[in-house]
């Protein structure tokens, strides 16, 4: 579990082939790793990838075809990635709570300035733009925002210039895809509407 808090900016410095996936060598050097041991959780951009060896300040991953089916931005040498370490029971809960499951692929509709702060504007998937509400949370490339607006399938954000410093949303531009995760309370109001409407089979 996380919270949607970078810890710092990771840089992927490794590919390979892996089966039908591929292992990542992710640069960690700005993410206080003295308490990770194999086996830990990292989320990536929003994805939770698990610790499968470390050396100094790279850590590797190993990310199967699956994931990268369902998330962006793990499979190009260079790209940076949002890297936050998995909560501990007695860490604040600073953004809100994230399971590093990506929902889905959102576009960049728009990404520009607007007096001190960035607006952004993403285009969510048919299936979970209904999971997006005005003043509730969801996670981009693995950061935690407010939704300030929903219009049909596109939600607004604004960002402070503090978190476009630290994560990799300043690279976002129109046509961007971004992972997508909507707030876990949402998934849990549809599922006992469902139940109690008499259909126990929801789908994801």
């Known amino acids: 579990m996380f919270s949607g808090i970078v810890a710092a900016l990771g840089r992927i410095e490794h590919t390979e082939p892996l089966g039908d996936g591929l292992r990542l060598t992710v640069d960690a050097a700005g ?19 698990t610790v499968i060896e470390r050396e100094g300040q790279r850590v590797k991953f190993d990310v199967s075809r699956e994931t990268l ?25 600073g953004g809100h709570l994230v399971t590093g499951h990506v929902d889905g692929i959102g576009e960049v509709v728009k990404f520009v300035p607007v007096a001190e702060s960035f ?53 976002l531009a129109a046509g961007s895809r971004v992972n997508l995760e909507i707030d876990l309370i949402a998934r849990y109001v549809e599922r006992m509407m469902a139940w109690r409407d008499g259909d126990g089979a929801v789908s994801s």
Do not use: M, W
């Open 31 to 49: 993410l206080d790793l003295g308490d990770v041991a194999v086996g830990d959780s990292i989320a990536n951009s929003g994805v939770c990838l």
């Open 69 to 93: 089916t369902c998330a962006v931005g793990l499979d190009c040498v260079g790209t940076e990635v949002n890297l936050e370490k998995a909560l501990a029971l007695s860490d604040r809960l």
């Open 119 to 171: 607006e952004l504007i993403v285009r969510a998937p048919a299936a979970i733009a209904g999971y997006i509400a005005r003043k509730g949370s969801i996670t981009v490339n693995g950061v935690s925002l407010t939704v300030n607006r929903v219009e049909g399938q596109d939600f607004s954000t604004n960002l402070i210039p503090h978190t476009v410093e630290v994560t990799n949303l300043k690279h």
